[in-house]
């Protein structure tokens, strides 16, 4: 059955850090006996959600998003695709819950930063990415150009905007790319590519890959736009203001305080989604009765998922996530942390269920020659070091620019140099390292941190999620120049075999 294949994906994604965090409780950072019984049960109820959540998004959203990208490519009217790609984008990031996470918990550190609007304006910057990377595909324009471009831009606003609202942006880049969006954009992407016909074979690979990447810096952009209409935060807000409540309810009653909220927030992002699933039907795509009630029933599904996962990240996960941070962070000077950091990061991107698909895509695409398990100890290198380095930050307090500036230079200067293909894997694995698990227990555990050790978690614990996407694009392109200059070694060996063999065979015939 689908549903248990989703759950072992949740599991091996969710029971990784529950048993770490078990560890740390009984070493260093020891929990209240509620919290953790709390813990667990978020833990389990984020299993149960997200596996019935990944289930309703392959049986409803991924059929739908090949389908939509393949007919509005072959009615080939650009204006109506971008327009579409842009609706596409917005609704699917309103309905994402790690930005929902994302959200809740900006609002939560720093009450100045309206949730609503924050969440419009990352659903407002993925769709204009979105059009921007279906116009990409349909011009077959290098994918570099566009993300040195892009990038520039948003250097350029980030230089002009509250620094408050830096961090915040960067995470929100990573937290777009999550178990909603990526699927759905993903196979956008593949049905406008696969209609697309090039000359060159290898182009059509290229296409296949690069539209996550480019979807994520939108993001971005529009948070940054939006610190420089709201001006700065303060981030008075403490670790205990979520975990008081758990002293008010039982723990029964803790968890079904939250389930009124989590429902009426998960029916305003869904229903968007219902909509645009009945106007394309009725005008776009036309699939048939069997297609449809397969498609009603994973919006059902994605609906029940979500409430439950939700609700496991707001009773359980978010609060002991935050309180193990500040216990850590009292250990000494806190610089406990950069090991610690160093080991979730490791299991963090491991876990990710997209990681898996994008990981099992990549190894089908390139026809077996990137293997998966190369891509994922490349990926738990780059996405270690990104967590220990976040952890300096929170320790040191440097300002994010010192990381941001050097590892984007960096990245972007390899695109002259690594095949396209991997610089296209690499800015999707970016977004796609960054999921569930980076946006709630990470970046919960970096902002209790932050607050214990007396610093301004707006400014040094946001930013976590945006190291996490941000190394796998040194690590995968790195990893390109490897095999690249692998099979330049292998093609000087065949052409001096052949030339041996030419040499031996006129030397024979001479004889």
Known sequence: MNLLAKIKETVISVVPIMVIVLILHLTVSPLSTTLLIEFFIGGLLLIIGLSIFLLGADIGMLPVGQHVGSSLTKKKNLPVMLILGFVIGFVITVAEPDVQVLASQVATVDG??????????????????????????????KLRWILICSYLILFLIASLTSSEFVGIGFDAGGATTGPMTVPFIMALGLGVASVKKHENP????????GLVGIASVGPIMAVLVMGMIFGGGNGDATAAAQSAAADEYSILQHFLHIVPEVFVEVAKALAPLVVMLIIFQLTLLHMPKQQVKKTILGVVYTFIGLEIFLTGVNGGFMPAGQVMGAGIGDLGSGWALVPIGFLFGAVVVCA???????????????????????????????????????????VTGLSIWWY????????????????????????????????????????????????ALGGNPVLDAFGVVAMIAMTPLIAIQALGLMYQRKQKKMEEAVKQQKSRRLAFGKKGGRV
């Open 112 to 141: 100045t930063i309206p949730r609503t609007p924050l969440i419009m304006m990352i659903a407002i910057g993925v769709g204009l990415f979105v059009a921007l990377g279906l116009a990409r595909i349909v011009f077959q324009i």
């Open 404 to 451: 941001l500036i050097p590892g984007y230079a960096i990245a972007l200067a390899m695109t002259f140099f690594c095949p396209p293909l991997f610089t296209a894997i690499a800015f999707d694995s970016g977004g796609v390292a960054s999921g569930p698990m980076s946006s709630t227990f990470i970046l919960s555990f970096t902002l209790g941190a932050s607050m």
């Open 352 to 394: 990710e269920p997209a990681v898996w698909v994008l990981t099992d895509q990549v190894e089908e695409v390139s026809g077996g020659h990137i293997r998966r398990p190369v891509m994922l100890a490349t990926l738990a290198i780059g996405v270690a070091v990104a967590v220990a380095l976040a952890m300096t930050r929170v």
């Open 202 to 209: 290898e182009q059509s690979q290229d296409d296949s890959f």
